[in-house]
């Protein structure tokens, strides 16, 4: 049948998302992704990352046959079962709230919300660190210190396009939602605090899973992308830094989803 389903999506026979994971950035998708994959009615796409709404270019020739290729087709699904796909970049980028509206304006939208400076450090910790040989074209080779002194000072004028690693910007959690709420109602997004599905894992599963209207079952806890380095302690007077400037952005997130996570200073 394999063979026949490139055929078939040309007809329009596909299975399409009803909901997404669409951030945040070292925010624990991969990890939340693969746990709800366990579920007997959901069906993750082939492919975690697909990309499809943050690729220009793919976008933009308009290749929905191949962004339905990522999913089971629609025989391949029990009744009742849902299909879904983790792009953490969808968050960030500035055209994916309209083209994501323009697909399904009832798409259900999952955010993974983790600490900004914790997020920010992480970042750097993959660009520096782990893309040193594997991505070079990705690396970056400056320090911690040299990467957020740079971007503090090029904030005004940076945008995605001119800073793809965007430390700073990337954990200004309430300029993307509220751009994501011109397009959708409140109600068909989800906010979640990453440290919640390892602090309060199952009451977190309970809740997403009755977000998308899937029944309950239990879900064993995955985590990915555990980094072995951490050189965070060379960077305890930037750590702080970070933390008063991002701390009047997180009272306007805490006051557009009416919650209050502990993301204080800590040594």
Same mark, same amino acid.
């Given at each position: ?7 078939? *999506?040309?007809?329009? =026979? ?19 992704? !693969?746990? %709800? ?32 290729? =990522?999913?089971? %087709? ?6 009742? @079962? ?12 500035? +055209? ?8 399904? /304006?009832?798409?259900? *939208? ?36 040299? @990467? ?6 090029? &904030? ?24 994501? &709420? ?20 199952? /009451? ?16 064993? !806890?995955? #985590? ?8 965070? !302690?060379? =960077?305890?007077?930037?750590?702080? @830094? ?16 009416? #919650?209050?996570? !502990?993301?204080?200073? +800590?040594?």
């Amino acid at each position: 049948m394999d063979f026949l389903k490139p055929f078939l *999506l040309k007809l329009g =026979y596909c299975s399409k998302p009803q909901f997404i994971i669409i951030g945040t950035q070292k925010g624990g998708t991969s990890g939340l992704f !693969n746990i %709800l994959n366990q579920h007997s009615l959901l069906y993750g796409s082939s492919q975690k990352e697909v990309h499809y709404f943050d690729n220009d270019e793919w976008y933009e020739q308009n290749k929905l046959e191949e962004y339905h290729s =990522y999913f089971p %087709l629609p025989h391949q699904i029990p009744k009742g @079962a849902k299909v879904f796909e983790a792009s953490p970049l969808y968050l960030f980028h500035p +055209k994916a709230a309209e083209r994501l509206y323009s697909y399904n /304006p009832k798409l259900k *939208l999952i955010i993974l919300l983790r600490n900004p400076v914790e997020r920010a450090f992480s970042a750097w910790t993959m660009y520096h660190h782990h893309f040193s040989n594997q991505l070079s074209s990705r690396h970056d080779p400056r320090s911690f210190s040299q @990467a957020i002194h740079y971007e503090l000072n090029h &904030l005004q004028t940076s945008d995605y396009y001119s800073d793809f690693r965007s430390y700073l910007k990337r954990g200004i959690y309430v300029n993307q939602i509220q751009n994501f &709420l011109k397009f959708f109602p409140r109600k068909q997004l989800l906010a979640i605090e990453s440290a919640s599905l390892k602090n309060d894992f199952d /009451p977190t599963i309970r809740e997403i899973l009755n977000f998308i209207g899937i029944p309950y079952a239990k879900l064993e !806890n995955i #985590t990915s992308n555990k980094s072995q380095i951490n050189d965070k !302690n060379q =960077y305890q007077q930037e750590m702080k @830094a970070l933390h008063q400037f991002f701390e009047p952005f997180n009272k306007q997130l805490f006051d557009l989803l009416d #919650t209050n996570w !502990n993301w204080d200073y +800590k040594t």
